[in-house]
């Protein structure tokens, strides 16, 4: 069983930073890719940004030259910087791993950013 342990959410304001972290209960390498999902109420999870074994980083485009996802092998937790904050960008943030044909998700923290 795999565990992902999800902190760094919170209440900010726009224009704002946080840092989210996803520990894995097990070394990061065995998981063809990692991630953030968010689901926004009464929307659906969507992909935020997911980074390879290999190290390929790909995000959404809402997204894109805001977030940064980056993961520490050592600490087996992968990390994702969110800057310049918008209200849209509030939602439950999810960490997923993959490796398959296995998909596991952590429990979600959450982000609210106000106006």
């Known amino acids: 069983q795999v565990h992902l342990v999800e902190s760094g959410g919170g209440l900010v304001q726009a224009g704002g930073s946080l840092r989210l972290s996803c520990a894995a209960s097990r070394n990061i390498f065995s998981f063809n890719t990692m991630g953030w999902y968010r689901q926004a109420p009464g929307k659906q999870r969507v992909l935020v940004a997911a980074i390879s074994s290999g190290g390929s980083k790909n995000y959404a485009d809402s997204v894109k030259g805001r977030f940064t996802i980056s993961r520490d092998n050592g600490k087996n937790t992968v990390y994702l910087q969110m800057n310049s904050l918008k209200p849209e960008d509030t939602a439950a943030y999810y960490c997923?791993?993959?490796?398959?044909?296995?998909?596991?998700w952590g429990q979600g923290t959450q982000v609210t950013v106000s106006s």
């Open positions: 997923h791993a993959g490796s398959r044909p296995y998909d596991y």
